[in-house]
């Protein structure tokens, strides 16, 4: 027992790398936050363009959100930080990790989006329309609004488990939580390190879980 | 079609509404045979008949909610079927009341009112809300402004659907089956309001089954059964002198109970 807890609590080692951790908790919840406005700006633009029913479009729409909802977000990370260089395009850990993490968040948002368009019913299309809204109109004003207050419960569960992807950044050297807290281990040789990363995920995620189940019970409305 | 002497005198100005010769099919199946329908200017016309004869496909296709497969129809002399005419500006002047309502969930009454007015006919906040005020005094509903359609009774959701059309100040009102979703104890509050709107002058097309109403209240009926109008004439004309038998043997089981 004091062997682990000397493994996994160790105070003095806590301590000297408390610093470190914070400032990869900085990193983590930066990137986080990037990713869920970039991500889910993304898909809403997406599903919007995809309602419009333009065929080369909407094809090259469903091509991407299937490819990017069918491949690991590991994958995608490192084919974008060790690939495109070869063909002259360099970008930043950090910048790889955030375009890539968007864009696997994009490619479900627009789903689940596209599924709340379409679910939205026919009479309010036709009681905007005919009231001289237009297509656009209609779309931005009476359907959008309804299908994002029925796709929160599902968008914000998917955000989450995207949003924790975030971890997968130590792969292209960024300095979040959990590159800090592996460098920290090996220094130090004690897992303690991994145990505030650990807190730290925690401290990060748990507000983002509450903050979604407000958002359900706020925007959901009766019928 | 028949050519009888119908509705009132309205001296000589353009019909508000003229289809001329509407055909209509989904794929294989066609819905309206030829049908013609003309309103004049404060008339109020009632087209019934059995479900599946075409009312509904009739009145859509009169502000191009479907487009018909061919014929003509023209708004106050204006064609509205030609090319390069802009629909959205065409169906301010056309309002229309469905039969489930279809207020918008995510607004109040008045947001539901407000939305065109703001942003087709581009009032400013003000303006469109005195203007939504006035509307829904008229369907007597102005105190439940704030309201959600879920806090309102169908009967009440169904009178702010109308005042959202008559906000936009147009020209004919078409109603589909206005009633037909509703509690029998609350289609007396929306009879009422399109009676107040049809003494108002309002151009109106009401498709439904109050017999009584359109006995009371319209200019000219209409009978339409498998896409072709059947008997067409007053309501004395349709409903006591009945001349085709199709009219007769549904007159017969709509009024049994
Ligand atoms: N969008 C559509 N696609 C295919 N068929 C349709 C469509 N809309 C209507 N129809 C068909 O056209 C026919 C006439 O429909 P319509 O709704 O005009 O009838 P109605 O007289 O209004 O009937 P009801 O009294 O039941 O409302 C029906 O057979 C219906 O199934
Ligand atoms: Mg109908």
New interface residues.
């Given amino acids: 027992m004091d062997a682990f807890l000397d493994q996994f609590f160790n105070a003095e080692v806590m301590l000297r790398y408390l610093p470190d951790i914070i400032d990869g908790l900085w990193v983590t919840l930066g990137l986080a936050l990037a990713v869920i406005v970039t991500g889910i700006a993304l898909g809403l633009l997406l599903a919007f363009i995809r309602a419009f029913q333009v065929r080369g479009v909407n094809f090259l729409i469903i091509l991407f959100i299937d490819l990017f909802r069918a491949l690991p977000p590991l994958v995608i990370i490192i084919v974008g930080y060790f690939g495109l260089p070869y063909i002259g395009i360099q970008f930043s850990g950090f910048a790889i990790s955030w375009i890539c993490l968007s864009l696997v968040l994009a490619a479900f948002a627009e789903e689940i989006f596209w599924a709340g368009i379409t679910s939205v019913?026919k009479?309010?299309w036709?009681?905007?329309?005919?009231?001289?809204?237009?297509f656009s109109?209609t779309l931005g004003?009476?359907v959008i609004?309804?299908a994002i207050?029925m796709t929160i419960p599902p968008l914000t569960n998917r955000t989450i488990a995207i949003t924790k992807n975030t971890a997968l950044a130590s792969v292209v050297a960024v300095q979040e939580m959990l590159t800090v807290a592996q460098t920290s281990l090996a220094y130090a040789a004690n897992t303690s390190p991994l145990t505030l990363a650990a807190i730290g995920y925690l401290l990060v995620f748990f507000p983002l879980v509450l903050l979604s189940r407000w958002i359900e019970t706020r925007f959901a409305?009766?019928? | 079609m028949s050519d009888t002497d119908t509705g009132r005198a309205t001296g000589r100005r353009d019909p508000v509404v003229e289809a001329l010769d509407i055909h209509k099919s989904f794929g294989d199946l066609e819905v309206l045979k030829g049908v013609s329908l003309t309103v004049d200017p404060q008339e109020l016309v009632f087209i019934i008949g059995p479900s599946g004869s075409g009312k509904s496909t009739m009145l859509r296709c009169c502000n191009l909610l479907e487009q018909p497969t061919s014929g003509i129809v023209r708004i106050t002399g204006e064609e509205i079927t030609a090319k390069g005419v802009d629909i959205n500006l065409v169906r301010q002047r056309i309002g229309m009341v469905f039969q489930s309502f279809n207020l918008y969930p995510h607004m109040s009454a008045i947001g539901n009112v407000t939305l065109a007015l703001r942003r087709v006919q581009k009032m400013d906040a003000a303006a469109a809300e005195a203007k939504a005020h006035e509307a829904l005094s008229k369907v007597g509903l102005d105190h439940k402004a704030q309201s959600y359609p879920s806090e309102l009774s169908g009967g009440q959701q169904q009178r702010v659907a109308i005042a959202r059309a008559i906000a936009m100040e147009p020209e004919v009102v078409l109603f589909d089956e206005p009633t037909s979703a509703l509690d029998p104890e609350l289609v007396g509050s929306v009879l009422e309001v399109m009676r107040d709107l049809r003494e108002s002058g309002m151009t109106m097309v009401v498709v439904s089954h109050e017999m009584r109403f359109a006995e009371q209240a319209a200019d000219r009926v209409i009978f339409m059964d498998g896409g072709v109008i059947v008997e067409e004439g007053t309501p004395q004309q349709v409903f006591r002198d009945t001349q085709h038998e199709r009219t007769r043997s549904f007159l017969a089981r709509v009024t049994d109970h």
Wanted: net charge positive; hydrophobic share 25%; proline share 5%.
């Fill in positions: 019913h009479g309010q036709e009681a905007a329309r005919s009231t001289g809204l237009s109109e004003y009476v609004p309804q207050r409305w009766k019928r």
